[in-house]
């Protein structure tokens, strides 16, 4: 099958920029898609273009992933409706430390692989390069009407806030640079990104045309939102990343298991490399048994191994079953640390807790406002230790009461946790 065809059938292709792609892409090229360093972890939406360019890397063609070290200090305008705040020179090299170990994950970059991806920061290329030699280099090849007419310009010129600053104008101009330069080091013929994209993947192939008198390609895949129209981005308020210390094992998990029948086929068709046979069969079970979900089963474990692997999958499939009434017992310290690393916690001296009444104890570790809160708790039994229930107010902590000798899980009502440590 074409990579092109691939595409489309995993709702990942939306335009490109000329029918002579679909041709071009039976032989093996070299591909690029470029990552904003607005934060240290990638997330949801930025998997979409991560799966594009492992399909490409499976298919054969030689990818590279461009961190705009550069481009990030100024902030693409594309899809905002408002300015991005700035960020520093150091906020952004932060960033991209993080975003290379994210790509890492997913992408081959090992230099002995048979078709290893390359990573390139534009600020390399950007830095030495001044204002003058910009303007008279650069910028003599792009076209004031063409410029103003792009989608992104068009929306921040009829904005609220004023318009549009000369920095974010300026934006298409840096990306259209970066293709002409990965054009001419590395032979790069095309680029792919999201729909947002359209008008900077344009200004690219328009620049390498002008210059070198060559055509080059991009092409576009649809922004990812669920059957409502929510968007998966990080300026919707709902962004799940691909770090566990910003998303956890267990949040990561249940976002996807919480996928909507309507939803679900499609998200298994981008997210996953799952032979379409085996999606056209769990289709079949979404229509003719939704209540199982095990179309969402599979796209939650699926998913969950790919961005945390094996081990960050047991942890989110542990932790679902201990919140949803399982048990502790048999789990390790560390373990329930991972589980529980989101909740309420406390850590008090050894000898303030053990032999003490575990309503008192509760009381002064925080987990209720006061004493008198926490002997009602008690008392009305709604208060458990390990997922036992402490059976009245003459229960004392005991050692035997904390797994390897550090930690117990506390609970009152059905999903209230508190983490309380002693040392």
């Known amino acids: 099958m074409n990579i092109l065809d691939t595409f489309k059938s995993r709702y990942l292709f939306e335009d490109m920029t000329s029918p002579d792609l679909e041709k071009t892409l039976e032989k093996p090229i070299t591909v690029y898609a470029g990552f904003d360093p607005t934060n240290d972890s990638l997330q949801a939406g930025n998997f979409v273009t991560i799966m594009a360019l492992a399909h490409l890397q499976r298919a054969g063609h030689k990818v590279i992933a461009l961190v705009g070290g550069a481009t990030g200090l100024i902030g693409d305008p594309s899809g905002k409706s408002v300015e991005r705040n700035l960020l520093s020179a150091e906020q952004v090299e932060h960033n991209l430390e993080g975003i290379k170990e994210n790509l890492s994950r997913f992408i081959d970059f090992d230099p002995s692989a048979p078709n290893p991806a390359i990573m390139v920061n534009n600020y390399d290329w950007f830095k030495d390069i001044t204002f003058i ?62 729909s947002d994209q359209w008008g900077n993947i344009t200004a690219g192939t328009e620049l390498v045309r002008r210059v070198c008198a060559k055509e080059v390609f991009g092409m576009t895949f649809p922004l990812v939102c669920d059957s409502t129209g929510k968007k998966f981005g990080k300026s919707e308020g709902n962004a799940i990343f691909l770090d566990s210390r910003k998303t956890s094992y267990y949040d990561f998990y249940q976002f996807f298991l919480r996928a ?120 009305q039994g709604g208060l458990n230790v390990n997922s036992a229930r402490v059976p009245g107010l003459e229960k004392t902590f005991e050692a035997m009461d904390f797994i390897e000798d550090r930690l117990a899980v506390l609970r009152s009502g059905k999903r209230n946790f508190f983490l309380l440590k002693i040392q």
């Open 133 to 194: 030699e910009l303007l008279r280099d650069v910028g003599r090849y792009f076209r004031m009407g063409t410029m103003l007419g792009k989608d992104s310009v068009k929306k921040r010129m009829e904005a609220d806030d004023g318009g549009m600053s000369f920095t974010e104008f300026c934006y298409q101009i840096l990306q259209g640079y970066d293709f002409l330069h990965l054009y001419k080091t590395y032979g790069c013929t095309m680029q792919i990104g999201g």
């Open 260 to 379: 909507m029948d309507a939803d679900v086929i499609r998200y298994l068709k981008i997210f996953t490399f799952l032979p379409m046979e085996r999606i056209a069969e769990l289709e079949q079970a979404v229509a003719t048994a939704p209540e199982k979900r095990e179309a969402q089963q599979v796209l939650a474990e699926e998913l969950t191994r790919a961005v945390h692997g094996e081990q960050g999958l047991a942890v989110a499939k542990q932790t679902t079953d201990v919140l949803f009434g399982g048990s502790v017992q048999g789990l390790s310290a560390a373990t329930l640390e991972a589980i529980f690393a989101n909740v309420p916690s406390a850590t008090l001296a050894a000898t303030d807790v053990i032999g003490k009444p575990a309503f008192e104890v509760i009381a002064a570790a925080g987990m209720t406002a006061s004493k008198g809160e926490a002997r009602r708790l008690v008392q």
